[in-house]
Nanobody, 121 residues
Framework: QVQLVESGGGLVQPGGSLRLSCAAS????????MTWYRQAPGQQRDLVAT???????NYADSVKGRFTISRDNGKNTVYLQMNNLKPDDTAVYSC???????????????WGLGTRVTVSS
């Protein structure tokens, strides 16, 4: 089995910063893309940022220049540094990892339960 556990959420004032982490553990042979998503109350889940094993990144337009995604392949962990946070960034942030559990298995999506970020004065 594979588990993804997010951490680092909380309450922050507008203009503040937070750093989210998502650690993957369990039966892991390799991880391809790792992605952060967010879902605000009453809204659909949206992609925030994604990073490949090699470090190529892609961001939603709404977070470009404010958020930075990174990963530590040795620790099977992905990070999201969020700066200049705005009230519209309030959401539950979840991570997704495309994981291969053995040399002979296919890649499969795994999800964490999420961490809540609230931006409010």
């Amino acid at each position: 089995q594979v588990q993804l556990v997010e951490s680092g959420g909380g309450l922050v004032q507008p203009g503040g910063s937070l750093r989210l982490s998502c650690a993957a553990s369990g039966s892991i042979f390799g991880i391809n893309a790792m992605t952060w998503y967010r879902q605000a109350p009453g809204q659909q889940r949206d992609l925030v940022a994604t990073i490949t094993y090699g470090g190529s990144t892609n961001y939603a337009d709404s977070v470009k220049g404010r958020f930075t995604i990174s990963r530590d392949n040795g620790k099977n962990t992905v990070y999201l540094q969020m700066n200049n946070l705005k009230p519209d960034d309030t959401a539950v942030y979840s991570c997704n990892a495309v994981v291969r559990r053995s040399l002979y298995s296919n890649f499969k999506d795994y999800w964490g339960l999420g961490t809540r970020v609230t931006v409010s004065s």
